[in-house]
């Protein structure tokens, strides 16, 4: 027995060893567009700051998801809260497996440029959104009376910088249309349907995501047409912004390259090929096969024995 939890011991620390190597080479090639969009996640929290201070508490507007959905109170709201957690941390676990899993089709570098860039697009257009119509927020400390539904005149320009971190994000208010919890969650469930390998898992998230969007409603934190607008927005954001990106190389074949190749090398690698096996060379020479000429046509040796018994059948 220790035998055994010795030698997977080995092979675990060997493929993590491994893994982190890969990795390292990703990050450098990569770094700069995955701290663009770290640094823009700072820009989206600026911009969701920035806004609070023009947000004018007001009755709340008629909302269908309201008369629908009860309200679940302020005491019930973190629940919309654990269930995002929950998600959000199981994708960032999900996203480090290569790292100890034998079966993998990601690299946890890649994966992350994708999913900022699909992050960065949507939260482009959701302060566009935002800040081109500000509405009473529905949430408990955005009503009337509430001493957080307005902030003060700032002090000064580090005050805002500083943006209140993690309070000011937490109670936040006019940041509405539409819901940054729905892009994050529809980001990651996008991705995992694409490269993730579990089909029930599949099936399960994007039923989490249409509980957190109902939970969302039934908390009071967003208006329904906040999370209508999510879920169309950012699944097309998705679709297209995916349509430009390099396809991630698919790691469950033996064969697959380090790095995707993009849009130009693939189509020049096509016609290559195309090209060699107009001409009757093969593109890999390994795997080239002897042909034999008879009568003014190309034969493989694989037909040279059939062709031998019909000649000798024939005579």
């Not at 309201?66 to 269930?83: H, N, R, W």
């Not at 209140?164 to 208010?173: D, Q, W």
């Not at 097309?236 to 697959?256: N, Q, Y």
């Not at 849009?263 to 890999?284: A, W």
């Amino acid at each position: 027995m220790t035998l055994y939890v010795g030698r997977e011991a080995s092979k675990l620390w060997k493929r993590v060893c491994t893994e982190t190597s890969t990795e390292i080479n990703l990050l450098l090639e990569n770094w700069k567009y995955l701290l663009a969009g770290l640094v823009f996640q700072y820009v989206h929290g600026l911009a969701a700051r920035g806004v609070h201070y023009l947000h004018q508490p007001g009755p709340l507007l008629q909302d269908v998801g309201f008369f629908v959905l009860p309200e679940l109170g302020q005491d019930k709201a973190y629940i919309s809260e654990t269930l995002f957690t929950f998600i959000f941390i199981s994708f960032i676990l999900w996203s480090f497996h290569p790292f100890i899993l034998k079966g993998k089709k990601i690299y946890t570098v890649l994966v992350w440029c994708r999913v900022l860039a699909f992050l960065v697009a949507s939260q482009i257009l959701r302060i566009i959104t935002f800040y081109s119509t500000q509405l009473p927020g529905p949430n408990y400390h955005c009503r009337e009376g509430s001493r957080l539904a307005r902030l003060p005149r700032p002090d000064g320009v580090l005050e805002v910088l500083l943006i209140n971190f993690p309070r000011g994000i937490v109670y936040g208010c006019g940041d509405l249309i539409f819901s940054s919890h729905m892009i994050f969650t529809l980001v990651f469930v996008r991705t995992y349907q694409k490269y993730g390998m579990r089909r029930w898992i599949k099936q399960f998230i994007w039923c989490l995501a249409v509980v957190q969007s109902l939970l969302i409603v039934a908390s009071r934190k967003h208006y329904t047409v906040d999370i209508v607008v999510a879920w169309y927005t950012v699944n097309l954001v998705v679709f297209f912004i995916d349509k430009k990106l390099p396809e991630m190389p698919d790691r469950s074949g033996a064969t697959s390259s380090l790095l995707p190749l993009n849009i130009k090398d693939k189509d020049s690698r096509t016609k290559e090929e195309n090209h060699k096996l107009l001409n009757g060379n093969s593109g890999d020479p390994a795997d080239r096969r002897l042909r034999t000429q008879l009568n003014g046509k190309t034969l493989e040796d694989g037909n040279m024995g059939h062709l031998d018994a019909a000649m000798n059948g024939s005579v």
